[in-house]
């Protein structure tokens, strides 16, 4: 049933023309039309159709032959069939004797004939329009009838199950048939019985034609036709021929006349009561039907669940076909003849599905298997079975492949491109005229080829290049415009927000100072800062400032003060504006916290005033050691009075409160509080104001001379000699810092101060650090304790010598002779062994001798040496030549070295630098001397000059440089006896 | 003198003191330094010049009886040295004789 719709649209015109063709007249003909049929025009859906429809007939129809109206709707598309109807409508009245009395074919053969003639006459006046148009297939019903015949037994079910689906499509019925006295049903009725007849005789016909031929011949059409839907009416006319006369009897005794012709449909609506049934139709036989319902009750339940398992059956095959037209639309891209293998297929498919069916069928029916078999054979011969069945397995291969389609279709066209280009170049090549001119040509064509290529390779490679550049920019600039302007203004604005402190000049200490020193040794005077301050006291220290050489760098430094600057004004303004009220107006919903203030949380919360954990503290925010220390000095105000009181007393009563000496800890903790005053004083001078401020001016002095007083105070220099061994200031001059602050604050310290220092430092001379452990310099081992010493030293003579050279300089002959005897009261020897003594001597005597010169020459000293002075320093220079003259030698490091390892003096590494000093010493002792003195400077001295003037001439130094400073040392001292190297004959 | 009037408030004073001075620093990974301190800073970064750094190298000798372990030691010199101030244990004075 459910296949109706395919078959229409194709075979019914098909059949139609072929009917046509064939005439109405005769039934003759019908054999030749089975035959035409089933092997030309039969495409195999027929019979796959009508087998399904078949079983569901088998059961709507039952025993009862009762047509329900549901089967009417298929007919009407066909309006041409109605006309048969009346004509037919006679013969259907003899028929139900017919059926009555003829238990075969042959017996009903003669009145269906008769009936027949007149409906060929009707059918004549008709012309086409007769039912009969879809006749082809009525052929294979009737050879179904005719096979089924044989066995008549059996036959009945089968044949109530094929009719009603034949029925449908070969009755058209249109409603202009009712205008009669009859009502549509009844029309129909008639009609269809009359078609019914006719084709009954025809049957009969065939069936008395195809008896004499072989029972297998027979059978294989009936295979055929017995799929096909050809019209119930046949299938009926069998079915009447077939049915056992008791049952027959049964259900048609009121079958009379033209309510006769309905029985067909009312065994219908027995089976399976059709919803559309009229009552009028319905109401006459219905108590007679009622009897045969209970006689069929049984029967049709079995056909029910018979129909149940061919309807699951068949879904799934529907579910099959379903699953293959989809793959069929898959691949679009086939063709027409894929598309008729498909096609072929899909029909197979449906056949053998159906062979299944009918395989069932017969077997249900009892048909020997041989028969199924054969009726498959059939199905399946008429289509190889190379055709039909590769498709699938060919295909699905071929769409795995479309998938890989646009890949291919690249590499063909690439591949296709290249064959051109191959053969455009053979054929470039061409047939050569002559074998030589070929070969050139050949040769030439081969270069230009090659040139070709390359340049084709350069082009490709440019273009990689280019296209990777590209990549590559294209990659970078992802993140192009990410951020808006505003964001990095914002971020800007963050990070200068870091920057702002409020001094400055202190944050940036180091590049500042590194920066003017820079600035000074390059000689741009500059007194400017290098900060960029703002009104409120903040600012922005600008490191080094320009000395980078102009260029991208500057232009960007430039360009980042600016914008620093910039937003600073802008924020400074803010700042202004918000502390306005006025800004707020007409602000309303508008006024932001603190937003531009993006800072991050601190994470210590840290009391800027009394904390300073860096070493780097500002001065500015005054360092707490030094602060601490002022009020510990008010709290202990009291107690620092009475010990200072008693010091005082001590002092008055000629005795001393004698002290500890400072312990490293104290002297450290001291200087660390004297590096704050510093730093504090040296940042106290750089804010100094202009002088017109008088006010301001007066104040920063008192405070300046306070902190340097303080300063002073904490260097213990005016703590008496006496108070501790070594003196506390000579224990802050210790540790490496303290020498080095000495330059410091010898800038602060007026002339007066300088020289209570200097003399404290010539007084404690020998309780020094670097004179103590003078000795232990004298060695040429290489160890940590030596470096630090040495180091020491270095620090002493550069910071501490050259911090009190300038109150040398300044000192006045007084001084000097009285320093000098301070100096000489203590060892003197031990200390002219040292440098650091040496360099001190040194001073003193050419101090001494500037003086004296400057007396002599009368020129504009402030205070002329008078002659007391002179005499008493000529007393001071004798105890020192005496003190020395013995052991003139030994004042040389690099003989007491080579005393010590046993080497000779010139062989000392380093000889020469570090005996310099002495000479020069020497040089400064030889101007004082008088001639005695220089006589025995000479003979104390005579050996090691020889020896150093002999090593330098004859070349035993190290290298030329060596030699030359030997020579100059050597002559530092000479020239002053008036006497040179040169002179010296060896 | 006691710490306040010595202006010790906090450790890192007591670093402070020693400032351009020898000191001692230990780290982790069994190493030793000492040299002169220039600059520290709140994480305990330091500058260090004149730095000798000794590294303890321990070494278990296969089979040798618990603790019975030899101790290499490995010792380099660095003119100026920064320390990360995650690896610092210690810094003290150097010890006095």
């Known amino acids: 049933m459910s296949f109706f719709g395919f078959e229409q649209s194709n075979d019914l015109e098909n059949e139609k023309r072929k009917f046509l063709e064939r005439g109405l007249s005769g039934a003759n003909q019908e054999d030749v039309a089975v035959y035409t049929w089933g092997e030309e025009s039969y495409d195999g859906l027929g019979e796959a159709l009508q087998e399904g429809g078949d079983e569901l007939n088998d059961e709507t129809f039952g025993a009862t032959g009762d047509i329900g109206k549901d089967f009417d709707f298929s007919g009407t598309a066909l309006p041409e069939h109605e006309q048969p109807t009346p004509s037919h409508a006679a013969h259907l009245h003899a028929e139900p004797p017919q059926r009555q009395l003829s238990q075969t074919p042959q017996k009903a053969q003669t009145p269906s004939h008769v009936e027949f003639s007149h409906s060929s006459q009707l059918d004549a006046i008709w012309g086409n329009k007769s039912p009969f148009s879809v006749l082809p297939r009525s052929n294979g019903s009737n050879r179904v009838h005719d096979n089924l015949a044989t066995q008549p037994s059996k036959y009945a079910s089968t044949v109530a199950q094929a009719s009603p689906v034949n029925r449908p499509p070969s009755l058209n019925l249109g409603p202009d048939l009712h205008q009669g006295v009859h009502t549509l049903e009844e029309i129909e009725r008639e009609m269809r019985a009359a078609a019914q007849a006719q084709h009954r005789q025809q049957q009969s016909q065939l069936a008395e034609q195809l008896a004499p031929q072989s029972q297998q011949q027979a059978q294989l059409q009936l295979q055929q036709q017995m799929l096909q839907q050809q019209h119930t009416i046949q299938v009926h006319g069998t079915h009447g021929l077939l049915q056992s006369p008791s049952r027959t009897q049964v259900q048609r005794p009121p079958t009379v006349g033209s309510a006769g012709a309905a029985a067909v449909g009312i065994q219908h609506a027995a089976a399976t009561p059709p919803p559309r049934m009229h009552p009028h139709s319905q109401s006459p036989r219905f108590h007679q039907q009622q009897q045969q319902h209970q006689i069929h009750l049984l029967q049709l339940q079995q056909q029910q669940q018979q129909r149940q398992l061919l309807e699951l059956q068949e879904q799934r095959e529907r579910h099959e076909r379903q699953q293959l037209l989809e793959l069929q639309e898959q691949l679009k891209l086939e063709e027409l003849e894929r598309q008729q293998r498909q096609l072929r297929m899909q029909q197979q498919q449906i056949a053998s599905a159906n062979e299944l069916l009918h395989n069932q069928l017969l077997q249900q029916r009892g048909i020997s298997p041989s028969v199924s078999d054969r009726g498959r054979r059939g199905g399946v011969g008429r289509q190889s079975p190379a055709i039909m069945n590769p498709p699938i397995p060919i295909e699905v291969p071929f769409a795995q492949n479309m998938q890989y389609l646009p890949q291919n279709i690249q590499m063909q066209q690439r591949l296709l491109a290249e064959m051109a280009q191959a053969e455009f170049l053979s054929t470039m090549q061409g047939p050569g005229i002559s074998e030589r001119d070929a070969r050139e040509a050949r040769e030439l064509q081969e270069m230009l080829r090659v040139e070709a290529m390359r340049k084709i390779m350069e082009a490709e490679r440019m273009e990689e290049k280019r296209k990777r550049k590209l990549d590559k920019i294209a990659h970078m600039s992802r993140y192009n415009d990410l951020m808006t302007q505003s964001d990095k203004d914002f971020i800007t604005r963050i990070q200068v927000s870091q920057l702002v402190t409020q001094d400055p000049y202190a944050d940036d200490f180091y590049a500042q100072v590194y920066g003017a020193i820079l600035r000074s040794r390059m000689g741009i005077a500059t007194s400017e800062d290098r900060v960029l301050r703002f009104g409120s006291g903040g600012g922005v220290g600008l490191g080094l400032g320009q000395k980078i050489p102009a260029g991208r760098r500057q232009s960007a430094l430039q360009r980042m003060e600016a914008q620093v600057e910039r937003i600073v004004s802008n924020a400074r303004l803010r700042e202004k504006e918000k502390a306005s009220l006025n800004s707020l107006q007409g602000a309303l919903g508008r006024t932001s916290g603190r937003s531009y203030k993006a800072a991050p949380r601190q994470l210590l919360q840290v009391d800027a005033s009394n904390a300073s954990t860096s070493p780097t503290t500002s001065h500015a925010t005054a360092a707490h050691i030094s602060k601490q220390d002022v009020s510990v000095d008010g709290e202990g105000a009291a107690r620092e009075a009475a010990k200072m009181g008693r010091e005082a007393l001590a002092t008055a009563t000629d005795g001393l409160v004698r002290k500890d000496p400072l312990t490293h800890r104290e002297s450290l903790v001291i200087l660390e509080q004297l590096y704050d005053l510093v730093l504090d004083i040296e940042q106290r001078r750089r804010d100094q104001p202009p002088p017109e401020e008088v006010e301001a001016f007066e104040e920063w002095t008192i405070q300046c001379e306070s902190l340097i007083d303080q300063l002073f105070e904490k260097l213990k220099v005016s703590v008496p000699l006496e108070t501790s061994n070594p003196h506390p200031f000579v224990s802050l001059i210790t540790p490496i810092k303290g020498k080095k602050i000495l330059p410091r604050v010898a800038r602060l310290f007026d002339n007066t101060r300088m020289q209570i220092l200097l003399t404290l430092i010539v007084a404690c001379f020998s309780q020094l650090d670097v004179v103590q452990s003078a000795p232990r310099l004298d060695t040429l081992e290489e160890t940590q304790e030596i470096k630090d010493l040495e180091t020491q030293t270095q620090a002493f003579l550069s910071s501490v010598v050259q911090s009190i050279l300038p109150v040398i300089g300044r000192a006045q002959m007084r001084l000097v002779t009285g320093l000098f005897g301070i100096l000489l009261e203590s060892n003197a020897v031990a200390i002219a062994r040292t440098r650091p003594g040496i360099a001190l001597l040194t001073l003193f005597l050419s101090r001494v001798e500037i003086l004296r010169h400057a007396a002599q020459s009368g020129s504009d000293v402030e205070e002329p040496p008078t002659a007391e002075e002179m005499q008493s320093w000529q007393m001071m220079y004798n105890l020192l030549f005496d003190l020395l003259r013995p052991q003139l030698h030994l004042l040389f490091p690099s003989v007491r070295l080579s005393l010590l390892a046993g080497v000779s003096f010139t062989s000392i590494p380093n000889a020469d630098v570090i005996d310099q000093p002495v000479w020069q010493f020497l040089s400064t002792l030889a101007l004082h001397a008088n001639e005695e003195q220089q006589q025995a400077l000479v003979t104390g001295l005579r050996e090691i000059v020889l020896e150093n003037v002999a090593s330098a001439t004859k070349g035993y130094t190290d290298g030329e440089e060596s030699r030359r400073l030997r020579l100059a040392n050597v002559n530092i001292f000479l020239h002053a006896l008036g006497l040179d190297a040169s002179q010296i004959n060896l | ?97």
């Open chain 2, 1 to 97: 003198m006691d710490a306040s009037s010595n202006g010790i408030q906090e450790p890192f004073d007591l670093i402070r003191l020693s400032l351009s001075e020898r000191v001692f620093v230990k780290l982790r990974g069994d190493r030793e330094l000492t040299g002169v301190l220039h600059a520290y800073d709140g994480h305990m970064n330091l500058i260090l010049s004149d730095v000798e750094e000794t590294i303890m190298i321990v070494d278990h000798v296969e089979g040798a009886p618990e603790g019975h372990a030899t101790v290499n030691i490995a010792k380099r010199k660095m003119e100026m040295l920064f320390v990360r101030g995650d690896g610092v244990i210690l810094v003290s004075p150097p010890s006095r004789t």
